[in-house]
């Protein structure tokens, strides 16, 4: 079993910033990146970037290159998402995700979740 909590949700100005976190405990040895997801209401789940460990690089979604870094702590199995420039339609439940993945872009590979945090950006 492996654990995942998030933090670092909340409420944003357009064009304003935010920092989500994610720490993994429990079983994580089969998991070898985290990766982060999205979902606003009505719509279904979106992948928004994800860190591998196993090869040592990270993935982002074509929608959100440029405003969003993904990073690995100084601890191990924890990972932030750095968004900037955040727009209304950035709004959405983040959840971070881990497992032994093996297809970074699909939340269909993702084992493991968390139980999201809402990230909200007004206008």
């Known amino acids: 079993q492996v654990l995942l909590v998030e933090s670092g949700g909340g409420l944003v100005q357009a064009g304003g910033s935010l920092r989500l976190s994610c720490a993994a405990s429990g079983r994580t040895f089969s998991s070898i990146a985290i990766g982060w997801f999205r979902q606003a209401p009505g719509k279904e789940r979106e992948f928004v970037a994800t860190i591998s460990w196993s090869e040592g690089r990270e993935y982002y979604a074509d929608s959100v290159k440029g405003g969003v870094t993904i990073t690995r702590g100084n601890a191990k199995n924890m990972v932030s998402l750095q968004m900037n420039s955040l727009r209304p339609e950035d709004t959405a439940v983040y959840y971070c995700?881990?497992?032994?993945?093996?297809?970074?872009?699909?939340?269909?590979?993702?084992?493991?979740w968390g139980q999201g945090t809402q990230v909200a950006v007004s206008s």
């Open positions: 995700a881990t497992g032994a993945v093996y297809n970074y872009y699909s939340d269909t590979a993702y084992a493991y």
